[in-house]
Every structure is written in C-alpha cells, then in structure tokens.
C-alpha cells in the first residue's frame, strides 16, 4: 500500500483551554456556537451548547473542589470533533473521581446535568487520558458521513474578555495534552475500523 492509497478521515476539530471560573461556562458556550457555525454545523448548536454548558459546570465544580486553595490556576479544557457521523463534546478536568448521575428530587436546584446529557446525547462516557485527570464526553449523531469537502473552512479565532482563556502553565498543558490524547485516540480507533471495512 503506497502513500497514495491513503484515505484521509474527514475531521473537524478545536479546543479551549479556560480558567476554571464559574465565567468559563459562558465562554465554552461561545466556543461551541462559535465553532458549529463556522463548521457549518448550525442544527447541532443547541444541543451541543446545552452538554457543553453541563460538562463544563461540572468541571468547574470539580476542579475547585479538589483544591480550593491552589496556588496555581485551576483549568478546564473543551474540545469539539466532528468525525465520520458524529460529533462529540468533550470537557477535561484534573479531577480523576467519575461523576455520577443523579435523580435529584423535583425541588432540588442543582444535580441534573448528567440526566440532561443522558437525555439528549446518543451516548456519553468517560475517557481518563494518560497525562492524568478526565475527560466527560458526549456524542451527538451529525445526521450525515462527513466528507474531506466539509472539513475546509476558515479559521476565525475566538474573541473572550480577559481573565477566561487559561494562560500557559502546568494546568493549561495538562489540559492540552489530555484533549491532544483524547483527539489522537479516537482518530487512530476511526482510522482502524475504516481500514479494516475496505479489507473486507
């Protein structure tokens, strides 16, 4: 098999990393709209803004709660994928602890961001990339394949007030390494099953 017999695997892909304040659930917001529109992705807005803004809240809860009092700046990170059918939301935190579900009673204020994921993702699990921490991610189906001629738009950078975007430090490079990690990971597993569907 020479180089021209490669298949390229149509992927759209973009992160963030944010400091982990409770602003950084407004601004993943406007990383997943800014990004669905630019993808030409707009029916996807809603629903993806809507995990996005669950997984995120989580991650800010989880991120302050595992050390209150650090020194350094706690940081999320989000990431969209558009691949092959699907497309996923994901959202890192340092935090190793996998979140529950809850069925919080009627009255209660808080506790139904999974129940709201659950309700509206195809599916959505867990990924623990090997820099440390978590990645929550959720899958959406696209509705179509997508092709090499969806993937070409131009890049147009996301404008954020100052203090959310997450300046480089140990915390930001986690999050960029583990969002990396998750992106190389599902890649290679669409890369092989793709190649083991031509074989047969």
């Given at each position: 098999m020479s180089a021209n017999d490669v298949t390229p695997i149509p992927l759209l892909a973009s992160s963030?990393?944010?400091?982990?304040?409770?602003?950084?659930?407004?601004?993943?917001?406007?990383?997943?709209?800014?990004?669905?529109?630019?993808?030409?992705?707009?029916?996807?807005?809603?629903?993806?803004?809507?995990?996005?803004?669950?997984?995120?809240?989580?991650?800010?809860?989880a991120s302050n709660e595992s050390d209150p009092q650090a020194?350094?700046?706690?940081?999320?990170?989000?990431?969209?994928?558009?691949?092959?059918?699907?497309?996923?939301?994901?959202?890192?935190?340092?935090?190793?602890?996998?979140?529950?579900r809850k069925d919080p009673d009627q009255?209660?204020?808080?506790?139904?961001?999974?129940?709201?994921?659950?309700?509206?993702?195809?599916?959505?699990?867990?990924y623990h990339p090997s820099i440390g921490g978590?990645?929550?991610?959720?899958?959406?189906?696209?509705?179509?394949?997508?092709?090499?001629?969806n993937c070409v738009y131009e890049h147009v950078p996301l404008l954020l007030p100052q203090g959310l975007r997450a300046r480089y430090s140990s915390s930001e490079h986690q999050a960029r390494r583990a969002l990396l990690d998750s992106l190389l990971n599902t890649t290679l597993s669409a890369n092989t099953m793709m190649r083991m569907t031509d074989a047969t």
């Amino acid at each position: 098999m020479s180089a021209n017999d490669v298949t390229p695997i149509p992927l759209l892909a973009s992160s963030i990393r944010l400091n982990a304040i409770p602003q950084a659930v407004a601004a993943a917001r406007l990383f997943v709209q800014h990004n669905l529109t630019l993808w030409q992705l707009e029916e996807h807005v809603e629903t993806a803004t809507l995990i996005m803004s669950e997984l995120a809240t989580n991650a800010v809860r989880a991120s302050n709660e595992s050390d209150p009092q650090a020194t350094d700046k706690l940081v999320i990170g989000g990431q969209l994928r558009a691949i092959e059918t699907s497309l996923f939301v994901e959202v890192w935190d340092r935090t190793s602890t996998t979140p529950v579900r809850k069925d919080p009673d009627q009255d209660a204020e808080g506790g139904r961001g999974l129940l709201l994921v659950d309700a509206v993702a195809k599916q959505w699990n867990i990924y623990h990339p090997s820099i440390g921490g978590k990645i929550v991610w959720a899958e959406l189906p696209l509705g179509f394949a997508l092709e090499p001629s969806n993937c070409v738009y131009e890049h147009v950078p996301l404008l954020l007030p100052q203090g959310l975007r997450a300046r480089y430090s140990s915390s930001e490079h986690q999050a960029r390494r583990a969002l990396l990690d998750s992106l190389l990971n599902t890649t290679l597993s669409a890369n092989t099953m793709m190649r083991m569907t031509d074989a047969t």
